[in-house]
């Protein structure tokens, strides 16, 4: 197996060929090649475990509340350990985490296929090792979500994460199927939790065997919980990345009637066998598929958001034909577009999510975007299912269209096309600060000034463009930012932000990135100075201090607004 070129690729909306892709170019790039089909038969194995679990759970008790609780098992690791888990996979190698985290889904798996064969398991015992599977499941995501971009170049990104959902989509179509012939066959569900243990293997070895280069980083090294503040503080202050979150949160929120209902229409409306349900998402899957070999010409043709708006019209339209069609062979159709309409949406939202941030919290990044999506396909699950069982189906369904063509009222303020102009590539811009004495890394605060010479007659101008700075500032570790003028000499502003320690401020220059580098060369396009804008940095003279804990110790985050007249609560700092 050949070895990835590099360890991080940089992520830009930038086609470094502007001929349309295949659909099945990035399967010639040996490691995603492996890693893929490896993927796709673990997919294949966790869907009939799915199976097994469940039919085990109905054949260990008839409570309904127990039978219910194992989605709860699934879905809940998600909630609890997805920051965590993005966090650990920015920190350490994604590469060792996730090989732990496949053993420990193979352990798991293995474990409760063995307890099944010996007739030791009980429902408690099934929730229990279910919780544990899921929690597993849970940190291996956004290292896994993160990872692709390593193993393709930029252009090829989104026919690449398109791939992963094609795999996915064919083994939900062949593994429930799959694993109700084996439970039948062997008289139990030990079968299928065993193949599942034995499906991680695969990606094991794939992974051993790819010898990622280590990112090579100068900064010290975040700690968890900061590096928890530090993604959250970087979500809260990207625009981009707010119109991906936006825009996915609207649309599962809706779309999710369909997966919510599909089930009681295949089983009630349609008198559907399970084999009969197993065909509507075979045809799903073959959409997506379609879908997916059509989508590097669509995105070649219209802009990312005309894309994705007129795939949510499309799966409205899904959604009032399913609500309406009672014959079978006229449901496969709509399914099929489904999965092709499911797989650009899908496909589309979590490549602009992968190039909206860079290498240093993309998994983190991530792992908020899988929480927007899981808790908007739980939420709106749940809703749509009260309005079927109060109004019936036909109504939830026919509200569920109309929230997704009312979603569209959002385009116009969260546009996912500005993430595409936008160059993560780390830039190394900043010069390293001069130091007479090298201060403590856990020091701090750090107060950095940046003195400017600006024509008066530009200040407006000056101070709408800073704005862009502030953000940049805020994303990458400032907790505290302000913009100031001189009453004594108006040609004189001061530029001021606070950061949490001095580590902290280290690891802001390796953060810097392409797309800052050009926002700042416009703040400084005012400059007027004869020299460049004069830097200067000041640690607390108390030393270390919780920052974090007294800068917002009253409540507010003292921002300013842009113009220069407020910057409150560095009192602390005592300089």
Same mark, same amino acid.
């Given at each position: 197996?050949?070895?990835?070129?590099?360890?991080?690729?940089?992520?830009?909306?930038?086609?470094?060929?502007?001929?349309?892709?295949?659909?099945?170019?990035?399967?010639?790039?040996?490691?995603?090649?492996?890693?893929?089909?490896?993927?796709?038969?673990?997919?294949?194995?966790?869907?009939?475990?799915?199976?097994?679990?469940?039919?085990?759970?109905?054949?260990?008790?008839?409570?309904?509340?127990?039978?219910?609780?194992?989605?709860?098992?699934?879905?809940?690791?998600?909630?609890?350990?997805?920051?965590?888990?993005?966090?650990? %996979?920015? !920190?350490?190698?994604?590469?060792? =985490?996730? *090989? /732990? #985290?496949?053993?420990?889904? &193979? +352990?798991?798996? %293995?474990? !409760?296929?063995?307890?099944?064969? =010996?007739? *030791? /398991? #009980?429902?408690?015992?099934? &929730? +229990?090792?279910?919780?544990? !599977?899921?929690?597993?499941?849970?940190?291996?995501?956004?290292?896994?979500?993160?990872?692709?971009?390593?193993?393709?170049?930029?252009?090829?990104?989104?026919?690449?994460?398109?791939?992963?959902?094609?795999?996915?989509?064919?083994?939900?179509?062949?593994?429930?199927?799959?694993?109700?012939?084996?439970?039948?066959?062997?008289?139990?569900?030990?079968?299928?939790?065993?193949?599942?243990?034995?499906?991680?293997?695969?990606?094991?070895?794939?992974?051993?065997?790819?010898?990622?280069?280590?990112?090579?980083?100068?900064?010290?090294?975040?700690?968890?919980?900061?590096?928890?503040?530090?993604?959250?503080?970087?979500?809260?202050?990207?625009?981009?990345?707010?119109?991906?979150?936006?825009?996915?949160?609207?649309?599962?929120?809706?779309?999710?009637?369909?997966?919510?209902?599909?089930?009681?229409?295949?089983?009630?409306?349609?008198?559907?066998?399970?084999?009969?349900?197993?065909?509507?998402?075979?045809?799903?899957?073959?959409?997506?598929?379609?879908?997916?070999?059509?989508?590097?010409?669509?995105?070649?043709?219209?802009?990312?958001?005309?894309?994705?708006?007129?795939?949510?019209?499309?799966?409205?339209?899904?959604?009032?034909?399913?609500?309406?069609?009672?014959?079978?062979?006229?449901?496969?159709?709509?399914?099929?577009?489904?999965?092709?309409?499911?797989?650009?949406?899908?496909?589309?939202?979590?490549?602009?999510?992968?190039?909206?941030?860079?290498?240093?919290?993309?998994?983190?990044?991530?792992?908020?975007?899988?929480?927007?999506?899981?808790?908007?396909?739980?939420?709106?699950?749940?809703?749509?299912?009260?309005?079927?069982?109060?109004?019936?189906?036909?109504?939830?369904?026919?509200?569920?269209?109309?929230?997704?063509?009312?979603?569209?009222?959002?385009?116009?303020?969260?546009?996912?096309?500005?993430?595409?102009?936008?160059?993560?590539?780390?830039?190394?811009?900043?010069?390293?600060?001069?130091?007479?004495?090298?201060?403590?890394?856990?020091?701090?605060?750090?107060?950095?000034?940046?003195?400017?010479?600006?024509?008066?007659?530009?200040?407006?101008?000056?101070?709408?463009?800073?704005?862009?700075?502030?953000?940049?500032?805020?994303?990458?570790?400032?907790?505290?930012?302000?913009?100031?003028?001189?009453?004594?000499?108006?040609?004189?502003?001061?530029?001021?932000?606070?950061?949490?320690?001095?580590?902290?401020?280290?690891?802001?220059?390796?953060?810097?990135?392409?797309?800052?580098?050009?926002?700042?060369?416009?703040?400084?396009?005012?400059?007027?100075?004869?020299?460049?804008?004069?830097?200067?940095?000041?640690?607390?003279?108390?030393?270390?201090?919780?920052?974090?804990?007294?800068?917002?110790?009253?409540?507010?985050?003292?921002?300013?607004?842009?113009?220069?007249?407020?910057?409150?609560?560095?009192?602390?700092?005592?300089?």
């Amino acid at each position: 197996m050949t070895n990835v070129e590099k360890s991080e690729t940089p992520i830009t909306a930038k086609q470094d060929n502007p001929k349309t892709e295949s659909a099945w170019t990035p399967l010639r790039h040996a490691v995603f090649r492996s890693i893929w089909i490896a993927s796709v038969a673990s997919n294949v194995g966790s869907t009939m475990h799915d199976v097994g679990a469940a039919w085990l759970m109905a054949s260990l008790t008839s409570s309904a509340i127990m039978i219910s609780l194992m989605q709860t098992a699934s879905s809940l690791p998600i909630f609890l350990v997805a920051l965590p888990a993005g966090a650990l %996979a920015d !920190l350490i190698d994604r590469r060792r =985490l996730l *090989l /732990v #985290t496949q053993g420990w889904m &193979l +352990v798991t798996a %293995a474990a !409760l296929g063995i307890l099944t064969l =010996l007739h *030791l /398991v #009980t429902p408690w015992v099934l &929730l +229990v090792l279910t919780f544990v !599977l899921g929690v597993a499941g849970a940190m291996n995501n956004p290292a896994w979500q993160a990872m692709t971009p390593e193993l393709v170049p930029p252009a090829e990104l989104a026919p690449a994460v398109a791939l992963n959902g094609v795999g996915f989509n064919l083994a939900r179509a062949i593994g429930p199927a799959l694993g109700g012939l084996i439970v039948g066959a062997t008289g139990g569900s030990w079968a299928v939790f065993l193949l599942n243990a034995i499906s991680f293997l695969g990606i094991m070895v794939v992974l051993y065997l790819w010898r990622r280069k280590p990112r090579d980083s100068e900064a010290p090294t975040e700690r968890m919980l900061g590096a928890i503040r530090a993604g959250s503080r970087y979500v809260r202050h990207s625009p981009a990345l707010h119109a991906v979150l936006v825009r996915t949160g609207v649309f599962i929120l809706c779309g999710s009637g369909m997966w919510g209902l599909l089930p009681f229409l295949a089983k009630h409306e349609l008198q559907l066998s399970a084999a009969g349900y197993g065909g509507l998402l075979a045809c799903f899957g073959i959409g997506a598929v379609t879908g997916a070999n059509i989508l590097p010409i669509v995105r070649h043709r219209i802009s990312i958001d005309r894309l994705v708006a007129g795939a949510c019209v499309l799966f409205a339209i899904v959604s009032v034909a399913l609500a309406y069609i009672r014959v079978f062979l006229a449901v496969c159709p709509v399914m099929f577009i489904a999965g092709g309409t499911w797989m650009t949406l899908m496909s589309t939202l979590n490549v602009s999510a992968q190039i909206a941030v860079p290498a240093w919290v993309r998994a983190r990044a991530l792992s908020i975007y899988l929480l927007v999506f899981q808790g908007g396909l739980a939420i709106g699950s749940v809703i749509w299912g009260a309005m079927a069982e109060r109004f019936g189906i036909r109504v939830a369904l026919d509200g569920a269209a109309i929230g997704l063509i009312v979603g569209l009222a959002v385009v116009p303020r969260f546009r996912l096309g500005i993430a595409e102009g936008l160059d993560m590539t780390p830039s190394a811009h900043w010069e390293d600060p001069l130091v007479e004495n090298e201060p403590a890394l856990e020091h701090g605060p750090v107060l950095v000034l940046v003195e400017y010479r600006i024509n008066p007659e530009q200040a407006n101008d000056f101070a709408e463009v800073m704005r862009e700075v502030r953000t940049i500032r805020r994303r990458d570790g400032a907790i505290r930012w302000g913009l100031f003028h001189d009453v004594a000499d108006p040609s004189r502003c001061i530029e001021t932000f606070v950061v949490e320690s001095w580590a902290e401020h280290l690891r802001q220059h390796e953060r810097a990135t392409m797309a800052d580098q050009e926002a700042e060369a416009r703040a400084r396009g005012f400059h007027v100075g004869e020299s460049p804008p004069i830097v200067s940095h000041l640690v607390s003279s108390y030393g270390y201090v919780d920052s974090h804990a007294a800068f917002t110790a009253n409540g507010t985050d003292g921002s300013s607004n842009g113009t220069g007249v407020k910057h409150s609560g560095v009192q602390p700092l005592h300089l």
